[in-house]
């Protein structure tokens, strides 16, 4: 069987670039529900961000996918009043299990300038600086990537990101399904009480979790968004002590811990390096961030595991500013501070 990486950094993302004198670089961070495009001028300081809707090939296609992420790119560049030609690079990371087919895409519709990436790579770079590390993606889905050593000797890896049939584990939707399925258990008496039975239809504004079945299977049918946000639920009764909603952050964070162990594995990374927590799911604080930690460390005792304030698309922006030879232009926590300002609420 293949042991190769999954996920190949492009090699103007990996070695140091000549000096740039581009003022201005553009991240875009497409996802399941949403895509946000940011053009940053380097110069000034000043950011400039675009909408979308979802841009994940394996939610709406590739050429809807596409249609997303540049037309909220050509929002926002649009916003910094330039036009592309003016930009020195482009990253546009983007969710899905494959993005070879949205690359494409791009490249026949742009220059060579505009670099895709699957967004665990911008994830990384969002926790780490471009440094070596692990970023774990738990938001509507789920994705484990880390890169250890530098230059040519870099080694990468993920683990995770086959989509919500096959994976998503520790994910929104996967606690959202899991919740679901433990408040069916309670309702035929196959499993133990819990009050996800009644939080659950009512945060789809159903009266009872048969109904909340009907539209899983109805059409169109709950989306993958919508099964995502139980999650907030879930988390609530966890932190109250439900035992069943605490339990499935327990198993989430085992199953979502033995992709990182993996990573970790296969990166070769030792001693003392970040492990970054993206995405909504964390939102829910230590219920599911001390399980997780604890998991991480049996294999990696030193690593820093913690949540990544930063928005995703600032690594967008980062790896664009690297690639234009800029990488030095601006520090991960004034970039964090200008998303903060500028991005939409």
Known sequence: ?????????????????????????????GGATKTLAAVLDLREKALYVGEGGPSNEDAVGAAVAVQELLGAAEQAIARAGIDAGQLGAAVLAIA??????????????????????NDVVAAWATATGGGPGVAAIAGTGSNVFGVGGEGAETRTWRAGGWGHRLGDEG?????????????LRDREASGPPTALSDAVPASLGEPSIEAVVARVYAEPALTKGE?????????RLAAHGDAVARELYERGAAELGEQIAAVIRQTGL???????????????????????????????????VG????????????????????GEAIGAEELSALICDAAPT
């Open 270 to 304: 030792q001693g003392d390096f970040p492990v970054g927590l993206i995405g909504s799911a964390f939102k829910a604080g230590p219920v599911y961030v001390e399980p997780l930690t604890r998991a991480i460390h049996e294999c990696a005792p030193d690593a820093r």
């Open 1 to 29: 069987m293949r042991r190769d990486s999954l996920v190949q950094l492009p090699a103007v993302l990996i070695s140091e670039q000549p000096h740039g004198d581009a003022r201005y670089v553009m991240g875009v961070d």
């Open 171 to 183: 994910s929104g939707y996967w606690l959202g399904v899991q919740s679901i399925k433990a408040a």
């Open 96 to 117: 899905g299990t494959d993005t070879d087919s949205v690359a494409r895409h791009v490249r026949a519709a742009r220059t060579d300038a505009w670099i895709v990436v």
């Open 307 to 326: 949540p990544v304030e930063m928005a995703p698309v600032g690594g967008s922006l980062l790896l664009a500013a690297r690639a234009c030879g800029n």
């Open 227 to 235: 099964i995502a946000k139980i999650g907030i639920e879930t988390a």
